[in-house]
C-alpha cells in the first residue's frame, strides 16, 4: 500500500511539474540529475543575487553530475537581447567592483559568442549572452571545458 501511496505520489508530482524547454539533458559527460523551472528557478535566482529581482520573463536551472563532479546551469530569457546584455554588462560591473564571490579571470570568444570566464566558489564559471538568453554555467574544473563546448552546441539555448 506505502509503495503504490509513493508511486502516485510520484507521478502526481512530475506530471504536474512544469516542463523544461532549455535546460539540455547532458552537458559532456555530466547527465542532468533534476531541474527547476518557472517560479521555483525565478525565486532562486532572485535569492542569489539578494539585490532584488534580476532573473528573467522564464528562468530554468538544471543540476548535473558524473560521478563526483558537479555543474549547474542558469538560464534566464528576457524579453529581447538588449534586456540580456544589459543584465550581463549589470552583472560583469558588479563582479569588477568586488562586491561578489567571484572574479573575472578571461573574456574569450568562441562561435561568435563572447564568454566570460569567472573563478569562485571553487568552480569555473561562464557567463555569456545568446540571444535573449543570460546564461550562466558552474562547473567543476575538471570537466568545465567540455561541459562548456557541449553547451554552445546545444540547439535549444543557441
Not at 5 to 24: A, D, T, Y
Not at 113 to 119: E, S, T, W
Amino acid at each position: 500500500m506505502l509503495k503504490k501511496f509513493i508511486l502516485l505520489s510520484l507521478l502526481v508530482l512530475f506530471g504536474c511539474s512544469e516542463k523544461s524547454s532549455m535546460i539540455p539533458k547532458s552537458l559532456g559527460k555530466l547527465n542532468l540529475d533534476r531541474y527547476l523551472v518557472g517560479t521555483k528557478a525565478k525565486e532562486m535566482i532572485n535569492q542569489m543575487h539578494m539585490s532584488g529581482m534580476v532573473a528573467g520573463d522564464k528562468n530554468e536551472i538544471g543540476f548535473y553530475s558524473h560521478d563526483t563532479l558537479k555543474a549547474v546551469l542558469y538560464i534566464s530569457k528576457f524579453k529581447n537581447s538588449e534586456i540580456a546584455k544589459q543584465k550581463l554588462e549589470q552583472m560583469l560591473i558588479k563582479i569588477a567592483h568586488g562586491d561578489t564571490p567571484f572574479f573575472l579571470h578571461n573574456q574569450v570568444n568562441i562561435q561568435n559568442i563572447n564568454v566570460f570566464l569567472l573563478f569562485g566558489m571553487g568552480q569555473s564559471h561562464y557567463v555569456y549572452a545568446k540571444d535573449d538568453k543570460l546564461i550562466w554555467l558552474s562547473v567543476d574544473f575538471q570537466v568545465s571545458l567540455e561541459a562548456l563546448h557541449s553547451l554552445l552546441k546545444q540547439k535549444q539555448i543557441r
